[in-house]
């Protein structure tokens, strides 16, 4: 015999199936994107062709990125040698332009998703909870942030790399933490309007612990400025990675890096230019995708910039 | 508005110590002092008796507090020691590369400046039109391009159009000498770097004039100007930008204050011995004491920088003093 629960339970799943049948598939939702914000779409498809040349730069990439050979210094784009074509020339060690190219992919990825995600996920935590607590906990939080604000982002990280050393890891370090007050600031602004909705002090009579409260219902609301930054961050990131490789500073050789490739190709520029063009093209390109995509996903977010737009 | 400037500038206080803070003992985080990692090399051998005299000379052998409160005293009076390196007071080397980096930096802001009103004020009046995608798809590239790349293009371009039109190949003199002792020569060594950064940074500024000119052109008194009869060109030129460029005006001076960290990189494309150079020069030698001065001063640049943008904005618009 059925029962009545069973029958609502029944009810609520052809509810939902209906619900799900009702939502545009993922193929329509990515047409409409495109319609929406070409530009923004142009920057996705960017963005996927860096992660794709990234990931699967071993398969991509016609020579072993750190493999030197003397016989083909600084070779011009497009010279021949019995292991295959230097479609984009050779640096002064012999090694591949575009091999490193695409292996400097995975640096820059790597380096710019890292210090994103840790960076705003920081300052996510420590901006909704210094507007959660308000009171004396945020005067004195926003203070500290101010500081962290006074230097410019790449003093700040060129401090830290000095004190740490040039390592991979350090620069990320170098480069995370000053992002941390950026994110914070902005998600705080974000979080003290919502501090001020009733279901807030529901929660709170409900007797939920202060975590849970900022955690469930507090954080789920302050996406779309934290998604924002966190495209914003990327690109910055692979700016800032770049720059201080090309002071001697970031990543050391033979690490493939596009700012370290810049740094080298500085002697060359009057013989060779082309070990000057391509890397450069490379950061541009990537950040400018970032940008574009960045760009698109906070008109798409922010309902008050859409009619700025 | 008194009480206002006040305020602002007691805030300025605790930022200014809380960097110095921050600076100060960041310095010290790593194990050994500056005198045994200078004496000891990569091989970390030192000589004990040495590395006291340094740490005497250095006053690194006094405790910590004593040596901060000299830091946090010599901040305010202009004394940061000596460099570590050449033994030289450090307000004596930073005084020599200061004003070629403030020059690059008033020029690039007078390039941004050039570039970003006109170019946002056209984005905005014909907004969604073919002017509006080029503008705003080259002021998203413009932040995107490394500076000092558009640095090493420059320089790239210089030497080929140079040598198409002349048949040699020039680039622009190594050597800095001040404005007023030859003024040609300074421009043409200087104008490179202005324009690399220039660009980048009015990238921001076209962002923000088009977005600000596109609020100020749908309000009532534009359309009462435009109910009037008047020109096209006397509305945009006498009543909308006007008020537009309120934010542009802030931007801009945060933009400056950055500039004076942001040319570190595009110096180095140059070969151009200003504050940026100095600071690389000074962070993997290791020179502490210089280090840290010339952090100080770029936030001092940048605290500064900020007071005076605010206080620009509030007594352009007094609802803010009033917040």
């Keep these: 015999m059925v029962t009545v629960s069973e029958n609502l339970a029944d009810a609520k799943n052809a509810e939902l199936q209906d619900d799900l049948r009702d939502r545009p598939g993922l193929w329509k939702q990515i047409t409409s994107f495109a319609r929406k914000q070409p530009l923004g779409f142009a920057g996705l498809i960017v963005v996927l062709v860096f992660i794709c040349l990234a990931v699967f730069a071993p398969w991509l990439s016609p020579f072993d990125p750190e493999a030197s050979s003397y016989e083909h210094m600084l070779a011009p784009p497009g010279t021949t040698s019995d292991a295959g074509t230097f479609y984009l020339g050779t640096d002064d060690f012999g090694r591949d332009v575009l091999t490193r190219i695409i292996y400097?992919?995975?640096?820059?990825?790597?380096?710019?998703?890292?210090?994103?995600?840790?960076?705003?996920?920081?300052?996510?935590?420590?901006?909704?909870?210094?507007?959660?607590?308000?009171?004396?906990?945020?005067?004195?939080?926003?203070?500290?942030?101010?500081?962290?604000?006074?230097?410019?982002?790449?003093?700040?990280?060129?401090?830290?790399?000095?004190?740490?050393?040039?390592?991979?890891?350090?620069?990320?370090?170098?480069?995370?933490?000053?992002?941390?007050?950026?994110?914070?600031?902005?998600?705080?602004?974000?979080?003290?309007?919502?501090?001020?909705?009733?279901?807030?002090?529901?929660?709170?009579?409900?007797?939920?612990?202060?975590?849970?409260?900022?955690?469930?219902?507090?954080?789920?609301?302050?996406?779309?400025?934290?998604?924002?930054?966190?495209?914003?961050?990327?690109?910055?990131?692979?700016?800032?990675?770049?720059?201080?490789?090309?002071?001697?500073?970031?990543?050391?050789?033979?690490?493939?890096?596009?700012?370290?490739?810049?740094?080298?190709?500085?002697?060359?520029?009057?013989?060779?230019?082309?070990?000057?063009?391509?890397?450069?093209?490379?950061?541009?390109?990537?950040?400018?995708?970032?940008?574009?995509?960045?760009?698109?996903?906070?008109?798409?977010?922010?309902?008050?910039?859409?009619?700025?737009? | 508005?008194?009480?206002?400037?006040?305020?602002?500038?007691?805030?300025?206080?605790?930022?200014?110590?809380?960097?110095?803070?921050?600076?100060?003992?960041?310095?010290?985080?790593?194990?050994?002092?500056?005198?045994?990692?200078?004496?000891?090399?990569?091989?970390?051998?030192?000589?004990?008796?040495?590395?006291?005299?340094?740490?005497?000379?250095?006053?690194?052998?006094?405790?910590?507090?004593?040596?901060?409160?000299?830091?946090?005293?010599?901040?305010?009076?202009?004394?940061?020691?000596?460099?570590?390196?050449?033994?030289?007071?450090?307000?004596?080397?930073?005084?020599?590369?200061?004003?070629?980096?403030?020059?690059?930096?008033?020029?690039?802001?007078?390039?941004?400046?050039?570039?970003?009103?006109?170019?946002?004020t056209i984005s905005a009046v014909y907004q969604n039109s073919w002017i509006d995608y080029i503008v705003r798809t080259v002021s998203i590239a413009g932040i995107a391009l490394p500076s000092f790349w558009l640095g090493i293009l420059l320089l790239l371009f210089l030497l080929n159009f140079s040598d198409w039109m002349w048949g040699i190949r020039w680039s622009p003199p190594l050597i800095y000498k001040p404005i007023w002792e030859d003024p040609y020569h300074n421009v043409s060594q200087l104008i490179w770097p202005a324009v690399a950064t220039g660009y980048r940074y009015s990238a921001v500024a076209t962002r923000m004039t088009r977005s600000s000119m596109l609020e100020v052109l749908r309000e009532d008194y534009v359309r009462t100007a435009r109910a009037k009869g008047l020109l096209e060109k006397l509305i945009i030129n006498r009543h909308a930008l006007k008020n537009a460029l309120l934010p542009v005006v802030t931007v801009i001076g945060i933009e400056f204050a950055f500039l004076m960290g942001g040319l570190v990189v595009t110096e180095q494309v140059f070969n151009l011995n200003g504050l940026g150079q100095l600071l690389v020069h000074s962070v993997t030698g290791k020179d502490y004491t210089m280090t840290q001065a010339i952090v100080m001063i770029i936030v001092l640049v940048f605290v500064f920088t900020n007071f005076m943008v605010d206080i620009l904005y509030a007594w352009l618009d007094p609802r803010i003093r009033y917040s």
Excluded at chain 1, 197 to 203: E, F, H, L, M, N
Excluded at chain 1, 257 to 263: D, E, Q, S, T
Aim: proline fraction near 5%; charged fraction near 15%; include cysteine.
């Design chain 2, 1 to 120: 508005m008194l009480q206002y400037v006040l305020k602002r500038l007691l805030l300025m206080i605790p930022t200014i110590l809380g960097a110095a803070f921050i600076i100060f003992f960041i310095l010290r985080v790593v194990p050994g002092d500056v005198c045994e990692l200078k004496l000891g090399g990569d091989g970390g051998h030192y000589d004990p008796v040495q590395v006291e005299i340094c740490q005497k000379n250095l006053g690194i052998d006094r405790p910590v507090y004593e040596q901060f409160g000299k830091f946090v005293v010599g901040i305010f009076t202009f004394d940061y020691g000596n460099s570590m390196d050449t033994g030289k007071p450090v307000t004596h080397e930073i005084g020599l590369r200061f004003q070629l980096s403030l020059q690059i930096a008033i020029m690039a802001t007078l390039v941004t400046i050039i570039i970003a009103i006109p170019l946002g």
């Design chain 1, 104 to 309: 400097g992919a995975r640096t820059a990825l790597f380096v710019g998703f890292t210090c994103a995600i840790v960076g705003a996920t920081v300052g996510l935590v420590l901006g909704v909870g210094s507007a959660f607590f308000g009171g004396k906990i945020d005067l004195i939080f926003q203070r500290i942030m101010d500081i962290f604000m006074a230097f410019p982002l790449i003093i700040m990280a060129l401090s830290i790399v000095a004190i740490f050393g040039s390592s991979i890891q350090n620069v990320i370090i170098a480069i995370t933490i000053p992002f941390i007050p950026r994110c914070a600031r902005v998600v705080r602004s974000s979080a003290l309007a919502i501090r001020e909705i009733p279901y807030i002090d529901a929660a709170r009579a409900n007797g939920f612990s202060n975590s849970r409260i900022i955690m469930r219902h507090m954080v789920p609301n302050v996406m779309a400025p934290f998604l924002i930054m966190l495209t914003a961050f990327v690109g910055q990131a692979i700016l800032l990675e770049a720059s201080l490789s090309f002071l001697g500073l970031g990543v050391q050789e033979p690490v493939p890096a596009w700012g370290l490739m810049l740094k080298n190709a500085q002697e060359y520029i009057r013989s060779e230019p082309w070990i000057a063009i391509w890397p450069g093209i490379a950061i541009t390109l990537g950040v400018f995708g970032f940008n574009l995509f960045g760009d698109a996903l906070r008109d798409a977010l922010d309902p008050r910039l859409r009619s700025n737009q």
